[in-house]
């Protein structure tokens, strides 16, 4: 009877060649079962021959009193197949290193990539570090409401604008300080250079003839005096059929015969919604829509954005340039809800008849046209006057000279819904912690010109908002929510 207990000691034969480079034979291989029987059938030849050899021996000592030169002769094929096994398992462990080196260099592309976006959409590794802070924060802000066992400060109230994060103790002050938000003291130095230099080309060319001689700038008011400064001194009105030129023949039948504050207001609480970039992906759509009046911007969309932006649109803002240029403005469903106000700029504090004659952009056919398209429409022309006498205020208030161009729709948005609610949320008009540079949230388009400003004097009217905000930090920074008192709700002296 054969035994086959030795064939465990092949690899005195031919352990070089089938050793693995840790040692030891990889016995469960194919070509080292082809390699077991081959050296079977070696033995029991050798035994045919000489039996005297494998007396008292095992196959293993047989083969290996046999000359390696003769005992090799018996299995020549077996050297092909180690040949072979030795090629393969190098051949293979190289293409593992080239399979694992093409991964690693995708990986890092692709990392490469993402943080290149996310650098595009604004300050990510400060994104990063004011998130930690923001749940550190909030930490600290739900154990001070339990120990004093008041209800956690929520940062979605909207009923109460006046709260203070320090109500709940001493401590707060200091937490509230943490959020990184819209500084009311910004300068031109705050600017990236190229944005300066913007400022400094306006300053100079002074398109619109200012001629400011007011009070200024830096002049000081509390902030409930410069909030009656700015009833009494910025008159948000309408041109009626009675001025000149809106008088004529040409105009009969144009103009809305109702005032607008008989189809606006008065509301209660009131959304003021901004364009900005940041608004994406910050689902405050329902917060909105529970607002009494939401006003929108130009052709700020709301379909496929209601999550963020909400659906309700109770006035739209449009400036001059989109009335006269937007292909789509005629016949798009986007301008035929809610009231309509478009707004031209004018030379420095001119009248109406001489803006007449020299608008910024010529509108008044288009407006004619959407007249008769939509003449249940409301549809409104802002008074030329209205934004430099805004203007006049924030150069009055502001350290040094101002753009010496009219403010933007989004200030103009804000004055005219604090002429008609009582009170006015303004979301991402200071920008919170989804800051981007990123201008508007349905497109693409990258400039820091759109948070800084650069035409409009951008940068001076938040700090204005943010010197009246009413909310807190904590809104801003999380919401991109500031909050104004409607004109008719402060009491101004004699």
């Keep these: 009877m054969v035994s086959l207990r030795p064939l465990a000691s092949v690899d005195s034969v031919e352990g070089r060649g089938e050793r693995s480079r840790g040692g030891k034979v990889d ?21 045919a021959l000489s039996p005297h050899l494998l007396s008292n021996s095992g196959p293993s000592q047989a083969v290996s009193s046999l ?72 930490q600290g802000l739900e154990k001070l409401a339990v120990s004093s066992s008041s209800q956690p400060v929520s940062s979605s109230s909207t009923h109460n604008p006046q709260r203070n994060i320090q109500a709940l103790g001493g401590p707060k002050a200091k937490l509230k300080a943490t959020f990184q938000v819209w500084d009311k003291d910004s300068s031109s130095k705050n600017l990236a250079p190229r944005l300066q230099t913007i400022r400094k080309n306006y300053l100079n060319m002074n398109k619109y003839k200012v001629t400011y001689k007011g009070p200024g700038p830096g002049v000081k008011f509390s902030a409930e005096a410069l909030l009656c400064h700015l009833r009494d001194h910025v008159n948000i009105s309408m041109i009626e059929a009675t001025d000149f030129p809106f008088n004529t023949s040409d105009w009969e039948g144009y103009l809305p015969q109702e005032d607008i ?11 003021v919604v901004s364009s900005a970039g940041s608004l994406k992906s910050s ?33 739209r803002l449009v400036n001059s340039q989109l009335v006269t240029t937007e292909a789509g403005f005629l016949k798009d469903s986007l301008y035929n809800e809610g009231i309509l106000i478009v707004w031209d700029p004018s030379v420095y504090h001119s009248d109406i008849p001489k803006w007449y004659r020299n608008p910024d952009y010529s509108f008044f056919n288009n407006f004619k046209s959407y007249r008769k398209l939509h003449p249940d429409q409301p549809f409104y022309i802002l008074k030329p006057q209205m934004p430099w006498e805004l203007w006049d205020i924030i150069q009055e ?64 009217e938040k700090n204005m908002v943010k010197y009246l905000n009413l909310g807190t930090d904590e809104d801003i920074y999380l919401l991109g929510k500031a909050t104004l008192p409607g004109f008719r709700t402060i009491r101004c002296g004699a």
């Design 261 to 271: 504050r008989t189809k606006a207001g008065p509301w209660g609480r009131c959304a």
């Design 397 to 460: 208030i502001s350290s040094e000279l101002i753009q010496p161009n009219p403010p933007s729709s989004g200030m103009l948005g804000i004055a005219i819904m604090m002429s008609l609610c009582d009170q006015v949320d303004i979301y991402e008009f200071l920008p919170s912690k989804r800051k981007t540079d990123v201008c508007y949230y349905y497109q693409r388009y990258f400039d820091s010109a759109c948070t800084m400003g650069a035409y409009h004097p951008l940068l001076f």
């Design 67 to 138: 000359d390696y030169g003769k005992a090799c002769a018996y299995f020549p094929a077996q050297n092909s197949v180690v040949s072979l096994n030795t090629s393969f398992i190098m051949t293979r462990t190289s293409l593992k290193k080239k399979v694992f080196s093409c991964c690693v260099l995708i990986f890092l592309l692709f990392a490469i990539i993402c943080v290149w976006k996310e650098k595009k959409k604004g300050n990510y590794y400060e994104f990063l570090k004011l998130q930690n802070k923001e749940y550190q924060v909030l």
């Design 27 to 47: 016995q469960g291989s194919p070509e080292l079962m082809t390699f077991d029987l081959k050296v079977l059938e070696i033995w029991i030849e050798a035994e």
């Design 283 to 315: 689902r405050l759509g329902r917060e909105i829509d529970d607002h009494d009046a939401v006003l929108r911007f130009n052709g700020a969309p709301t379909v496929k954005f209601q999550q963020d932006v909400g659906t309700k649109t109770t006035i």
